[in-house]
């Protein structure tokens, strides 16, 4: 299991920045203008990225 564990990590890194570039994308065209605060927002209810993009 040694060898593999870098492997997971990066794996793991690399699906949470592609959640995170999701949720920006849905902001963006939400036409968002504080992302920060939209990405605050959505924290409380992490559906509604989702739902802009059709996915639920």
Known sequence: MGPD????????AR????????AIGGLCLAETTNIAA???HNARRPTGPLALHGLT
């Open 38 to 40: 939209g990405l605050r």
């Open 5 to 12: 564990l870098p492997t997971r990590t990066v794996e793991t």
């Open 15 to 22: 699906a949470t920045a592609a959640c995170r570039d999701l």
